[in-house]
C-alpha cells in the first residue's frame, strides 16, 4: 500500500487535488464549527445547490464556472442572511427556499444547454482530476484569507456564537461578522465542488465540526481539532480512492464518517466511566 | 452626576405598549431595585436601555446619545433567560468569563495578561475559580449564572445591570451574590440596577426602587415610598406589606 501512496504522489494531479483539498477543508472545518453551533450549517448545503445552478450559467455562457459562481453564490449567501433577518423567514427555510430555487434552475439550464453533459456530472459529484492549477491558487487564496479572517475576528465570532445578544451590547458589530461569515462559506463552497462536489460540499462544513463537538471542552481545542479531521479525512479520502479505484468525493465524506463515529464512540466510553 | 437619564421612553411589543411615557435619571452610584408583576416591562426597561429593542424618547448615558455610547464598556449586563445556553456548547468557563472582556478591546482584537489576570480576579471573587477549566455545559444552573456574572464583572464597568440574577441560587449563593453586588457598590461606586419579582429581598439591599407597571409607578427612595399618600392608593395594603417586609 506504501508504494501505491508513493506511485499515487508521482502524479500532478493527485497533488493538485491534495494541495487543493487540504486547504479547502482547514477552511471549511473552521467556518463549520461557527455555523453548526449557530445552527446555520445547512447554508453550505444551500449555497451548493445555489451553485449547481451557477455552474450550469457558466457552462451555458461557455465561461469559466468558477467565475460566475463566486459572486452570484456570495449574493446569495446574504440573501440567505437577509430573508432570514427582515422576512421574518426562518434560518433552515431560507436556506431550503434558495436551495430548491438554485436546483430548479440548474436543471432548467442543463436542458436548454441540451440537457447533462459530463462537465455538469463531474461538478455535482465532484471529480479530482479536474482541479487545475489556478483553482489551487485560488483554493490557497480563499482558505488564507478565511483563516486570516477567524484569527482576527475570533473574539467577535467566539462572542456572537455564545451569546449573540451579548455580542450586541458588547459593542460588536453583529450583522457585519455574520455578513463576512456567511460570505466566506460562500467563497469556500464554490472552490470545495470542484472536490467533493455540489452534493457532498457541506459535509465538509458540518462534518469535522461535529466530530469535533463530540470530545473537546474548550472552543480554540474544537477548532483545531475540526481542522485535523477536516485535512486528515482529505488526505485518507484521495489515497484510498486513488488505492481502491473508487470515487474521491464520496471517499472523503466516507472517511469524515469514520471519524465521527470513533469521536462518537469515544465520547460515549467517557462517559460511561 | 447622573450617569442614565431617560426621557419618554416608550416601547412597543406587537404593537402593545409594553412601556410608555417612562421619564427618570439615574444617578451615579445609586443601588436600584426594578420591581413590578410580571409582563410590567421591568425586562423591556432593561433591554431598551441597553439598546437590544427599538424604542420611541431618548436616552442618554453620561449626557451622550445612545448612538454614540459605547455600551459594553461601561455596562456589565447579565441577562434574564439562560435558555439562550446551549448545553453543548465547547467552551470553558474562563474562555466565557474572558469574553466579558471583548468590549473594550480594538480592532485586532487580542488578550493580554492583564485580561487573564482580571478574569482570575473575578473568579475568585464569585467563588468560581475550581470551574475555571470545566465545560460551561456540564456546570449547574447556579453555576452557570457566577459564570455569567463574572463575564458581566471582569471590565469592572461603570454600570452593572441584572436582571433576575439569583433566580437559580440557593439561598446561601443568593446571600453571597448579593453581597458581592453590595461590595461593588459600596466600593467601587458601581451603579446597579437590579431587576427582581421579589420586592422583599431588593429592599433589602437597594437604596432606591422603581415601580414600573407599563410605565412609571415610582421611583424613589423605599422610605419615599411607605410615606407616600400616591401609593397608598395605588397599592392599599399592598404598600403597607412593602414597607414592613422591608
Redesign the interface.
Known amino acids: 500500500m506504501f508504494a501505491q501512496i508513493i506511485e499515487a504522489l508521482q502524479y500532478a494531479f493527485i497533488q493538485r487535488a491534495l494541495i487543493a483539498g487540504c486547504f479547502i477543508a482547514l477552511a471549511c472545518s473552521f467556518l463549520g464549527v461557527f455555523l453548526v453551533?449557530r445552527r446555520f450549517s445547512l447554508i453550505g448545503d444551500g449555497l451548493a445547490h445555489v451553485s449547481f445552478a451557477t455552474v450550469a450559467l457558466g457552462l451555458v455562457l461557455h465561461v469559466q464556472p468558477m467565475l460566475v459562481s463566486i459572486p452570484l453564490v456570495g449574493l446569495a449567501s446574504v440573501l440567505i442572511l437577509k430573508l432570514n433577518e427582515k422576512a421574518a423567514v426562518y434560518g433552515d427555510a431560507a436556506i431550503g427556499l434558495l436551495s430548491s430555487f438554485g436546483v430548479a434552475l440548474g436543471v432548467m439550464l442543463a436542458s436548454v444547454a441540451g440537457g447533462f453533459n459530463v462537465d455538469l456530472f463531474s461538478y455535482l459529484f465532484g471529480n479530482i482530476l479536474s482541479v487545475s492549477t489556478l483553482d489551487v491558487w485560488m483554493t490557497i487564496a480563499v482558505s488564507l484569507l478565511v483563516a486570516g479572517a477567524v484569527r482576527?475576528?475570533?473574539?467577535?465570532l467566539?462572542?456572537i456564537t455564545?451569546?449573540e445578544?451579548?455580542?450586541?451590547?458588547?459593542?460588536?458589530k453583529v450583522k457585519m461578522i455574520n455578513k463576512m461569515l456567511v460570505l466566506l462559506t460562500s467563497f469556500i463552497v464554490v472552490l470545495g465542488i470542484k472536490i467533493v462536489g455540489t452534493m457532498l460540499v457541506s459535509s465538509l462544513i458540518i462534518l469535522p465540526a461535529v466530530s469535533?463537538?463530540q470530545v473537546?471542552?474548550?472552543?480554540?481545542?474544537?477548532i483545531a481539532l475540526a481542522g485535523v479531521f477536516g485535512v486528515f479525512s482529505v488526505i485518507a479520502g484521495v489515497f484510498a480512492s486513488y488505492i481502491f479505484n473508487l470515487p474521491s468525493g464520496a471517499t472523503i465524506v466516507m472517511v469524515n464518517f469514520l471519524f465521527f463515529g470513533g469521536a462518537f464512540l469515544s465520547r460515549y466510553i467517557s462517559e460511561k466511566r | 452626576m447622573k450617569i442614565i437619564e431617560v426621557k419618554n421612553l416608550s416601547v412597543k411589543y406587537r404593537g402593545i405598549d409594553a412601556l410608555s411615557n417612562v421619564t427618570l435619571g439615574i444617578d451615579s452610584g445609586d443601588y436600584i431595585g426594578i420591581v413590578g408583576p410580571n409582563g410590567s416591562g421591568k425586562t423591556t426597561f432593561i433591554r431598551a436601555l441597553?439598546?437590544?429593542v427599538p424604542f420611541g424618547g431618548e436616552i442618554y448615558f453620561q449626557g451622550k446619545s445612545f448612538s454614540d455610547f459605547?455600551?459594553?464598556?461601561h455596562?456589565g449586563?447579565l441577562?434574564q433567560r439562560m435558555s439562550?445556553?446551549?448545553q453543548?456548547?465547547?467552551?470553558?468557563a474562563e474562555?466565557?468569563v474572558l469574553?466579558?472582556v471583548?468590549?473594550c478591546?480594538r480592532?485586532?482584537?487580542r488578550?493580554e495578561k492583564e485580561d487573564y489576570a482580571a478574569a482570575e480576579k473575578v473568579m475568585e471573587l464569585l467563588g468560581i475559580t475550581p470551574l475555571k477549566?470545566?465545560?460551561i455545559g456540564r456546570l449547574s444552573g447556579g453555576q452557570q449564572q457566577r459564570i455569567l456574572l463574572a463575564?458581566a464583572l471582569v471590565h469592572e464597568p461603570e454600570l452593572l445591570i441584572l436582571d433576575e440574577p439569583t433566580v437559580a441560587l440557593d439561598p446561601q449563593s443568593s446571600g453571597a451574590f448579593y453581597a458581592t453586588v453590595q461590595r461593588l457598590n459600596k466600593e467601587k461606586g458601581t451603579t446597579v440596577l437590579l431587576v427582581s419579582h421579589d420586592i422583599g429581598s431588593v429592599g433589602n439591599y437597594a437604596s432606591k426602587m422603581l415601580y414600573l407597571d407599563r410605565g412609571l409607578i415610582f421611583y424613589g427612595t423605599f422610605e419615599e415610598f411607605c410615606k407616600s399618600p400616591k401609593m397608598t392608593d395605588y397599592f392599599g395594603v399592598g404598600q403597607h406589606l412593602i414597607c414592613h417586609r422591608h
Open positions: 453551533l482576527l475576528f475570533y473574539h467577535d467566539f462572542a455564545f451569546d445578544e451579548y455580542a450586541r451590547v458588547s459593542g460588536i469535533a463537538l473537546v471542552r474548550s472552543f480554540k481545542a474544537t | 441597553l439598546g437590544l459605547f455600551a459594553g464598556k455596562v449586563y441577562p439562550f445556553l446551549d453543548s456548547f465547547p467552551a470553558t474562555e466565557i469574553s466579558g471583548y468590549c478591546k480592532f485586532p482584537k488578550l477549566e470545566r465545560s463575564r
